[in-house]
């Protein structure tokens, strides 16, 4: 059986509210913003000779049209859907369409949190979940993608 190839074009998605990183209940997001943490992931990224198109958007209707362009130009998808992981079945529909690795991103263990944010209609599509880590999660989802 042949080695993994890992992924050259990697599609990092951001769900609502994520822009407000930083800001927005560094108690329980953390204090570090959504630029630093693509700057993060193209740290990451670089030296393997990935590209990494990094978006956020408050749209879930842009998240599915971006998702929908991922099957012709991405090798993986890492996507943090926010609240909308609790709500879209648009979102997991078009994640669906994928066959290639989809890695569920969350800063916060949702599974410690509010009863209504412990069910994921992402992770229906999703190759792996990873929560719970903050900032770091985004790098673990990248490092997963290595063997996949």
Same mark, same amino acid.
């Given at each position: 059986?042949?080695?993994?190839?890992?992924?050259k074009?990697?599609?990092v998605?951001?769900?609502?509210?994520l $822009?407000?990183?930083?800001?927005r209940?560094?108690?329980?997001?953390?204090?570090? +913003?959504?630029?630093? @943490?693509? !700057? *993060?992931?193209?740290?990451f990224?670089?030296?393997r000779?990935?590209?990494?198109d990094?978006r956020?958007?408050?749209h879930?209707?842009?998240?599915v049209?971006?998702?929908?362009?991922?099957?012709? $130009?991405?090798?993986?998808?890492?996507?943090?859907?926010?609240?909308y992981t609790? +709500?879209?079945?648009? @979102?997991? !529909? *078009?994640l669906?369409?994928?066959?290639i690795?989809?890695?569920e991103?969350?800063?916060?263990?949702?599974?410690?949190?509010?009863?209504?944010?412990h069910?994921?209609?992402v992770?229906?599509?999703?190759?792996?979940?990873?929560?719970?880590?903050?900032?770091?999660g985004?790098l673990?989802?990248?490092?997963?993608?290595d063997s996949?």
């Open positions: 059986m042949p080695a993994p190839i890992a992924p074009r990697v599609l998605l951001n769900g609502p509210n $822009n407000m990183l930083g800001r209940q560094p108690e329980v997001y953390g204090h570090d +913003t959504l630029e630093d @943490i693509r !700057d *993060a992931c193209v740290d990224a670089a030296p000779g990935w590209d990494l990094f956020q958007s408050n879930e209707g842009e998240l049209s971006w998702i929908q362009e991922a099957r012709e $130009n991405a090798d993986a998808v890492v996507i943090n859907p926010a609240a609790h +709500t879209s079945v648009a @979102i997991l !529909d *078009a669906l369409l994928l066959d690795p989809v890695i991103v969350h800063l916060s263990n949702i599974h410690k949190r509010e009863a209504f944010r069910h994921s209609f992770s229906q599509a999703a190759s792996g979940v990873i929560c719970g880590f903050g900032a770091k985004y673990m989802a990248l490092a997963s993608l996949m």
